[in-house]
């Protein structure tokens, strides 16, 4: 049974009156007690006693796993710290608090805790009320932004692979979920997502620790307006890693953006940028690691256009981009060989200029310029020039520093481009609210000058972070009106005054020794060091005048130690000069603004002439230095918002906890100072109205409802619960509590209560619930009783009611008898009247019939009489006209006669004796002249399937005329057949044969007369993908043809590759071209067909042969009668034998061991005119054919 909610509740006033208005107002008091409770555990027994819980979460301390805020675990130790980190993440809870800080473990798998429900759960709640969650700081930020017009900062640190980058991405979807909605606001928060695909393509990059890991330095200030509505954003990006673009460390990447072109761009774009698939021919891009498991580059690289078009960059923008990212990947193709010059200098010259000049091609600079930018070098100083060669390795380092510097540039670039698109449009006033994702610390095996960059930025990170977080407490302390007691922590400002002081610091000292004349190395650069820094606490160097560190072998001769406030780390020197130097000769920088390439052109501005500067420029030390004391400027106009991010383990997968790395990163992140400072003066603070909300059942006085003040209701229950005063303190609007465990106390007093009242409500609910029952069965009883009586009382009148009915039916039954009798005799007397009348009638109509039949008979002996002489009159009418007939034809034959005798004897005296026979041939000649110019001119077709022929002039000439008939025929096929080629000939001979095999027997044969026989369908010598079924079968193929095999076990067809040759017949892997089986012609016994219109074909094999260990083939073929046409006469040809063709309707099928009925019905179909198979049993497979 679940808990009503309030609209639903019924008050049960009736069942009640029996046990007075004392019970009813107790059950109303605790039902009121219920209500108002902020957490309260309902358990109600059923009809069968069983228990039901229902919990409803309001508060951080519900349901804790560990500890959910640092700040009341107890006892605080290094060991405690982690080991409620560790009992936390076991059970998926990767955020903790301390205090307003998140501590944010990287679970290194997907969660279902970012969902929409989640983030509806997470909006506008307090930040306690829930468990910890990025979602709760999201929001605490942005309504403090919105409802407080306060500016806000989203602080992420953490080393590389804790998390940074996905932690920003989860805080910017988080406001973008619960900010405004409408068509613009839509569209600014779907640009400023979609730039972070944009810039993690070109900016970050898989490493040892982290496979997306951000090698540069991210602040995007998003912009909002009065309602909270995002207008735009800023970004700000800090020195990109570089030097990545030419050499990474072993097991990492170049980039993204490379292996997503290469692996994601059509054959088109990858013609255009002069590019190929295979990584292996760029000497740019590392191969140990070019694949990542879980990473679709392709799919990515449609993600970042996809990206670039919604954020607005143009086509032609895109397509630029992508030829400088081209142009940057076949630079590091360019090799050199030395050559020595006539002076004895040596030079370096280009090996292949192919490379070169596609280089060229896709930046639209003049080749000869190029090469000669790699080959010589300008020094201009006042008004003289200087053009010295550069040797192979100063080549070598020109091409490295040309493709950092077109990537760097074309990065900043991107970022400027991305600002334009996602500034605020307005010019109102604007809340903004930042968000840092930055390089965690680092310590590698060999630390370079940008590690030692980036620590110097987290060391400045920490610093702010103490600063902050002290004054944050500080101001929240003398707001309430609390003591403010001095915290001892150490101030890591130390540190940050050795690397970035302008006298003494190590950045004023490299750029010291980079502007110095004369030769300067890295050995000179920490010579300097040593004798500047050697005193300093914090460094440690082996050549230093510290005579504790001579025999450290631990530090060697070129490298410096710093203590970081996250431990010490070991930089070797060597590169800090050129590294910080960051220079580009002069004549690579002029030849790159002589592209005709507008991007390229735009990034190198220094290279026009006329703008010539021959200051140098500042190094990068500078530059960054300057950069981070802008953001740190920046950071402190906000109110600050923190993100701990934490890796648990080296190996990026879930489910492992290493203590020893969590505990290195807990130290340099100094957590457990941080909550030392937080818990210096008073662990627990909470408003007097939620506090008096969640423990006001401990007190009578405040239970259920306190009317007064909520401090004074917090006092009374204080004061009640006996609490020392030393425990607690009180504020303007909050209640401070020392010690963790007076908190816990009341927890634990807060639970035993809330079973206590549990119970009691059980109580009177089980006693509510028995009356309740008890009066409904006495209402029940009453109501059968009434039920029954009226039963009683309808069985009785209806008794008596039937009796009466029988008693009136037999007297009905009587009456109705004696009327019946009447009227029979009634009936009786008319019918004898009737048939005394009918026989009169009869007596007279029959005397009356024989008198007409007497006149009758008079009346057509008369007729007869008068036909008989009718008759005699016209016979001898008919004997006298043919008599006279007989007269005139005997006188017309006698005349014709006499007039043939005077013929003859008048021309006897011109012909001799046979002139009669000449005549007649003479007549006959004639007509078969005649007869055959009429047959020339209505000569038919030449077609041998014209049936015409011209009709018979002469009776005599029937049997001529059949036999010319014949004979032309016979001449126009033999014209016809000399037209075909061999080839032809071959294939009506095929057809002849399916004629011959499968007509007016098969229902498939006349639609394939029409279809020429082609035989290879697959044309595998063609295609490179049936490349290695070509190698594997040395013959001649007749035919090749995808059909589909059929399962025995469950009537499902599997595609495959049937392949006929002189000797056998193959069935391959359509998709690897593997041979599944090969089975020679003589093999093959019999193929079986049904009569119907399918394409359904079993081969059956000789018993006891090789190929028929796995039992007989039953194939299906859309080509069925060329295939067994063609296999009939290869078999034919090769055995000498013909092969069987069983044409019917159900016929077996040998599968191994066991015989197989393939049964053909009639059937419609869900599928179309397809036909189906389908298996009934063990023995019987069914095709439904339509």
Same mark, same amino acid.
């Given at each position: ?67 959910? *805020? ?8 290094? *060991? ?319 091409? *490295? ?134 005193? +300093?606490? +914090? ?110 383990? *080296? ?121 309740? @029952? ?14 029954? @009586? ?34 029979? +005799? ?52 008919? @004997? ?80 001529? +005329? ?216 063990? @023995? ?7």
């Amino acid at each position: 049974m679940g808990m009503k909610s309030a609209s639903e509740k019924q008050e049960p006033p009736t069942l009640l009156k029996r046990s007075g208005r004392t019970l009813e107002a107790k059950l109303h008091w605790f039902c009121s007690c219920v209500e108002n409770s902020l957490w309260m555990k309902w358990r109600i027994l059923n009809s069968e006693d069983k228990m039901a819980k229902m919990e409803v979460k309001t508060s951080l301390l519900d349901n804790m796993i560990g500890v959910g *805020d640092m700040v009341l675990l107890e006892p605080l130790n290094e *060991d405690s710290f982690i080991n409620n980190l560790k009992k936390r993440f076991d059970h998926d809870e990767v955020y903790t608090y301390i205090g307003s800080v998140v501590i944010s473990l990287n679970p290194y798998r997907p969660l279902p805790i970012y969902t929409p429900e989640k983030v509806e759960e997470y909006r506008n709640r307090n930040f306690y009320e829930l468990s910890p969650h990025i979602f709760a700081l999201s929001d605490e930020a942005y309504r403090s932004l919105r409802d407080q017009d306060k500016d806000q900062c989203i602080l992420i640190t953490g080393e590389s692979g804790a998390g940074k980058t996905e932690a920003s991405k989860l805080v910017m979807s988080y406001v973008a979920a619960v900010c405004g909605k409408g068509a613009e606001v839509n569209q600014v928060k779907e640009q400023l997502l979609q730039s972070n695909p944009v810039l993690e393509a070109f900016g970050n990059a898989k490493t040892v620790r982290n496979d997306n890991s951000s090698r540069f330095g991210k602040y995007m200030d998003i912009e909002f307006d009065f309602k909270g509505d995002p207008l735009g954003g800023v970004i700000s990006n800090y020195l990109l890693e570089k030097s990545r673009v030419v050499k990474q460390p072993r097991g990492e990447r170049n980039f993204h953006i490379f292996y997503q072109i290469l692996s994601g761009a059509s054959e088109d774009l990858l013609c255009k940028l002069k590019l190929e698939q295979d990584f292996s021919r760029y000497n740019y891009l590392g191969l140990d690691s070019a694949k990542v498991n879980g990473v679709d580059d392709a799919a990515n690289f449609r993600t970042v256009r996809n990206a670039m078009q919604i954020v607005g960059f143009m086509d032609h923008e895109t397509q630029s981009v992508f030829e400088v990212v081209a142009a940057v990947l076949k630079l590091g193709n360019i090799e050199f060989k030395p050559e020595s010059r006539v002076n004895g200098l040596d030079e370096s010259k280009i090996k292949d200029k192919n490379e070169l000049k596609e280089i060229c091609e896709l930046t639209g600079i003049d080749q000869s310029v190029l090469e000669r930018a790699f080959s010589f070098r300008t020094v201009e100083a006042k008004q003289e020039k200087v053009s010295t060669t550069l040797n192979v390795a100063q080549a070598y380092y020109a091409r *490295d520093a040309l493709a950092k510097n077109l990537y760097s540039r074309l990065f900043s670039w991107l970022v400027t481009r991305i600002n334009e698109s996602i500034k605020a449009q307005t010019k109102v006033r604007k809340k903004v609210m930042g968000v840092l994702d930055i390089y965690g610390f680092e310590i590698f095996e060999d630390n370079s000058f940008e590690q030692f960059i980036i620590n110097y930025c987290n060391e400045k990170l920490q610093q702010i972070f103490i600063e902050l977080t002290l004054k944050e407490e500080q101001e929240e302390y003398i707001r309430e009106g609390i003591e403010w007691t001095h915290i001892e922590y150490f101030n890591n400002a130390i540190i940050c005054d050795l690397i970035e002081n302008n006298q003494t610091g190590i950045l004023a000292m490299l750029d010291e020794e980079c502007l110095r004349p004369g030769t300067v190395t890295d050995d000179t650069f920490l010579e300097k060091l040593n004798q500047v820094c050697a005193t +300093h606490q +914090h460094f440690e160097s082996r050549m230093s005048k510290c005579s504790r560190f001579l025999n450290d072998t631990s530090l060697p001769h070129s490298c410096f130690r710093i203590q970081h406030y996250a431990g010490k780390v070991m930089y070797q020197v060597e590169g800090f000069v050129d590294k910080n130097n960051d220079l580009l000769y002069r004549d690579l920088s002029q030849a790159m603004w002589k592209a005709s390439h507008s991007l390229i052109k735009a990034l190198f501005p220094e290279g026009n002439p006329a703008k010539i500067n021959l200051k140098r420029p500042p190094t990068a030390g500078s530059q960054f230095k300057a950069s981070v004391a802008t953001l740190m400027k920046n950071l402190q106009t906000k109110n600050p918002n923190y993100i701990r991010c934490i890796k648990p383990n *080296d190996k990026k997968a879930a489910h492992i906890f290493n203590d020893a790395l969590v505990c290195h990163q807990i130290r340099y992140l100094g957590l457990l100072e941080n909550v030392r400072v937080r818990r210096a003066g008073y662990a627990f603070r909470q408003a007097y109205e939620p506090c008096l909300e969640r423990y006001k059942m401990l007190c009578k006085q405040t239970w259920p409802h306190w009317r007064g003040p909520a401090r004074a209701g917090v006092e009374v229950l204080f004061s009640e619960l006996e609490i020392p005063e030393e425990e607690f303190s009180f504020g303007r609007s909050k209640i401070f509590i020392r010690n963790p465990r007076t908190l816990f106390k009341l927890e634990d007093l807060r639970k035993q209560r809330l079973e206590d009242l549990a119970t009691l409500i059980a109580k009177i609910y089980r006693g509510w619930k028995c009356r309740t @029952r008890f009066l409904l069965m006495k209402k029940s009883q009453i109501v059968v009783a009434s039920w029954y @009586r009226r039963y009683a009382q309808q069985k009785k009148y209806q008794k008596i009611k039937s009796s009466a009915i029988i008693v009136q039916s037999y007297i009905r039954g009587w009456k109705a008898r004696k009327l019946l009798r009447e009227l029979k +005799h009634q009936k009786r007397c008319n019918e004898a009247a009737t048939i005394i009348a009918a026989y009169w009638h009869g007596t007279q109509a029959r005397r009356e019939l024989r008198r007409l039949k007497e006149e009758a008979r008079n009346k057509h002996a008369i007729a007869v009489i008068w036909a008989f002489w009718l008759g005699y009159k016209a016979r001898r009418e008919l @004997r006298r006209l043919k008599e006279e007939a007989r007269r005139k034809h005997a006188v017309a034959v006698i005349w014709a006669y006499w007039l043939g005798l005077k013929v003859r004897r008048e021309y006897r005296k011109f012909f001799r004796a046979n002139a009669g026979r000449k005549i007649y041939e003479f007549t006959l000649q004639r007509l078969m002249q005649k007869y055959f110019l009429e047959m020339k001119k209505k000569m038919p077709s030449l077609s041998p399937i014209d049936k015409n022929w011209p009709a018979r002039p002469y009776l005599f000439l029937d049997s001529t +005329h059949k036999e010319l008939k014949r004979i032309f025929h016979l001449w126009r096929c033999k014209k016809y057949r000399d037209q075909f080629t061999d080839q032809q000939k071959l294939i009506y001979e095929e057809k002849l044969e399916a004629s011959e095999l499968f007509k007016d027997k098969k229902a498939l044969y006349p639609a394939s007369v029409g279809q020429p026989f082609q035989g290879a369908y697959l044309e595998i010598s063609k295609n490179p993908k049936y490349k290695k079924l070509k190698d594997a079968v040395d013959e001649k193929i007749i035919i090749a043809e995808v059909v589909n095999k059929i399962n025995r076990a469950n009537g499902k067809a599997t595609s495959r590759i049937f392949l006929l040759t002189k000797n056998n017949v193959l069935l391959a892997d359509q998709k690897s071209g593997n041979i599944k089986s090969e089975v020679p012609l003589g093999d093959v016994t019999k193929v079986s067909m049904s009569s119907q219109n399918d394409g359904f074909f079993a081969v059956h094999l000789k018993e006891g042969s090789g190929a028929a260990g796995k039992g007989d083939f039953l194939l299906s073929s859309d080509h069925l009668i060329e295939m067994a046409t063609k296999l009939y006469r290869t078999t034919l040809s090769q055995t000498k034998q013909k092969l069987n063709i069983e044409i019917s309707d159900e016929f077996l099928v040998q599968f191994r061991q066991d015989k197989v009925c393939v049964k053909f019905i009639q059937g419609s179909q869900k599928n179309g005119n397809i036909p189906t198979c389908k298996r009934k049993n063990n @023995r019987l497979l069914e095709v439904a054919v339509p």
